[in-house]
């Protein structure tokens, strides 16, 4: 057995045992965190946590201790360290552990309806003997941050809400190119979304006057027209070719797939009816003129192909006509 496991075995062998680990703990874990545990609730939890290429260099031990309420628990995390050179990521590293230690926590008391628990505190100690003395590097994660100062505004597990359904219309529409992001993310599942088209309308017309990027608009049309009713779009619609013009193009492409699902719903009634002839006829020139409008807009082939279900040589020949 080589040095480092010897000293992870005589090091483990005393803590754990019970006596010694009370008394470990009473000296060296902090004061406030011993005040509200009760010590004779001490229990070693059998996992550990340090990385499988750290095994060689390090072992640790972690201790559970209940509240003096009984309301939760306190983990005292121990990492030993017994490699010669001083880890300068460490609070890092332990971060990782409180973390793994903190989800097992949530793992084992999630109750039957799926609630999350309060967290339990986890109190890290290093017990260090390396060749540098004292410790040579940072013990606090909060130290490693270059801009130290604004570490306690977006410290780790702190974030800051975006929260919609707080947020009024009014608010959100003075938010520029972020606008109708908002405003769509806000209302898209209302029941009565015809409510808000004046302000998702409103929002576009925002952004457009602080240059929105046609891709995005038409990313956020295409979003709206797979997720809303045929009755609310075609009002959106007509308010933005009235508001806006320059998206009339993108606005009419969908209304001419409306018109395209209108005839294939057509077709199919006309084929029960027995007229399925005539109406395939009919239908045949209604695509290929569907067609010719979306390849003089650019639209893709595939996409076009897979709309009107024509043929590759009847769209090149469509494609052909308009040279």
Known sequence: MNIPQRHDALTKSFLSDPSVAREFLERYLHKDVQAICNFDTLQIEPTSYVDEDLKMHCSDITYRLELKDKSNYVYVYTLIEHQNKADKLMPFRILKYQAAIIQN??????TDKHEVPLLPLVAPIVFYNGNKSPYPYKIDIAEMFEH????DEISLGKFSLVDLTVMENKEILTHGKIAPLEIIAKHIKVRNFLNYIDDVVSAFVLAHEQNLSVALFKSAFTYLSTEREKEELVRLSDLIIKNLPNYEEIVMNYADSLKLEGI????????????RQGMQQGMQQERQEIAKNLLRCGVDILAIKNATHLS?????????SLH
């Not at 294939?264 to 007229?275: I, P, T």
Request: charged share 30%; proline share 0%.
């Open 105 to 110: 926590h949530i793992t084992r008391h999630r």
């Open 148 to 151: 130290r100062e604004l570490f």
């Open 264 to 275: 294939q719903q057509g077709m199919q009634q006309g084929m029960q009816q027995g007229r």
């Open 312 to 320: 590759d040589k009847e769209l090149e020949q469509l494609k052909a």
